[in-house]
C-alpha cells in the first residue's frame, strides 16, 4: 500500500475508538490474522476494540485469541477486514452492511460499500497491509501480533508459493519472525496437521478426481454426506482447493464443496497456473484473485461440475 493511502489509513485510525473489527465468514488465516492483529494493536494503543465473525472463529486458530476476550463498550467506528462484499459478512454479521466506516481489503473485485475504503489489489495479503500500517504508524509489534500477522500472510501466499509472494511479503515475514512469530508452529498448523477424519475423507475424494480438457483441468467434489461420514470439521475444507492444481499438467483446478445451508448449491474454489482464476469465477457471479478465485453454482454435484468446466473453457 502507498504512503499516501497509510497515512490516511493511520489518520482514520487514530481519531477512532470503540471499535469494532470485521473479519469475514467461513474465516481464512488472512481475515483472522488481520482482524486480531489490527485488534490487538488498537488496544495496545489504549483503545477499546474488538473483533467479530459471522459464527465461532476455527480452533485452528486458537493460538491467535486463547486469552482473547470481547471488551465492553457501544461500537461507534466498524472496519472490515479482508472482506470483498457485503455477502461475505455472512447472516451473523450482515446486521453490518451498510455501517462500515472503514474497509481494509486487497481484493481487487472489492465492491464493499464503507465510507472510506483502502484496498490494494496488489498486496498479498490484508494482514501485509497491516503490518505495513504499524510500521508507518511506528506502533510495536508484539509476538502475539507477529503471530497473527505471519498467519495472514503465510496463508494467503500459500506458504510462500504462490505467484502472488512478494519481496515485500518475505521481507515482512522476516521481520515478524523476530518479533516473535513462531513461524514454523504456524506452518505446520495450517499446512500440515489435518484431523485423521480429513486425511480418510482425502483419500475418498482424490480418488474420484475428474479430468477435462485433455488433463488440464481437474475437479474434486467434497458433499455433505462425506463430511458426516469422515467426521471432521468444515473449517478443515481449506487444505482441498490446491488439491487439483497439484496434478502434473493441470492449469485450472477445482474443488466444490457443498453447502451445509443449502445442499443444491456447492462453492467452487478455483486455483490455476497461468490462467486468471478469477476470470472463470467472475464468469459464474464470483471473483478473487489471479491465482486463487471462487464462486458458488447451483445444481447437483455434476451439473455444478458442468457449469464450472463451461466457465473454464473460454481460459484454456
Ligand atoms: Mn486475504
Do not use: W
Not at 521481507?171 to 505446520?188: E, M, S, T, V
Amino acid at each position: 500500500m502507498t504512503d499516501e493511502m497509510l497515512k490516511r489509513l493511520a489518520t482514520e485510525l487514530e481519531k477512532a475508538d470503540d471499535i469494532t473489527v470485521l473479519t469475514h465468514a467461513h474465516p481464512d488465516g488472512d481475515t483472522v490474522g488481520a482482524g486480531f492483529g489490527l485488534v490487538y494493536y488498537l488496544r495496545g494503543m489504549g483503545k477499546r476494540a474488538n473483533v467479530k465473525n459471522s459464527e465461532d472463529f476455527p480452533q485452528k486458530f486458537s493460538y491467535l485469541f486463547k486469552d482473547y476476550a470481547d471488551m465492553d463498550f457501544e461500537e461507534k467506528c466498524v472496519i472490515s477486514a479482508d472482506i470483498a462484499d457485503v455477502t461475505l459478512l455472512g447472516d451473523g454479521l450482515s446486521g453490518y452492511a451498510d455501517r462500515i466506516d472503514i474497509c481494509i481489503d486487497h481484493h481487487k473485485s472489492n465492491r464493499m460499500p464503507a465510507k472510506k475504503s483502502f484496498v490494494d489489489g496488489e498486496c498479498c495479503a490484508v494482514s501485509l497491509i497491516i503490518y505495513e500500517l504499524i510500521r508507518f504508524m511506528g506502533g510495536s509489534i508484539t509476538p502475539l501480533i507477529a503471530d497473527c500477522l505471519y498467519t495472514g500472510i503465510a496463508t494467503d501466499t500459500g506458504c510462500f508459493m504462490f505467484e502472488n509472494t512478494s519481496p515485500e511479503a518475505h521481507r515482512a515475514a522476516a521481520d515478524l519472525i523476530g518479533f516473535g512469530a513462531g513461524a514454523a508452529f504456524i506452518n505446520r498448523e495450517m499446512f500440515q496437521v489435518k484431523s485423521r477424519g480429513r486425511i480418510l475423507a482425502e483419500q475418498e475424494i482424490i480418488g474420484s478426481m475428474r479430468f477435462e480438457f485433455g488433463g488440464q483441468m481437474a475437479i474434486i467434489t467434497v458433499t455433505n454426506s462425506q463430511i458426516e461420514r469422515f467426521g471432521f470439521e468444515r473449517s478443515e475444507l481449506d487444505g482441498f482447493a490446491g488439491i487439483p492444481v497439484s496434478v502434473e499438467g493441470v492449469r485450472i483446478g477445482v474443488t466444490l464443496k457443498q453447502q451445509a445451508e443449502d445442499p443444491g448449491v456447492f462453492k467452487a474454489s478455483i486455483r490455476t497456473v497461468d490462467t486468471d482464476a478469477s476470470a472463470i469465477a467472475a464468469r459464474l457471479g464470483g471473483g478473487g484473485h489471479n491465482r486463487a478465485a471462487g464462486c458458488t453454482v447451483a445444481g447437483t454435484a455434476e451439473e455444478a461440475a458442468e457449469k464450472v468446466i463451461e466457465a473454464a473453457r473460454a481460459s484454456l
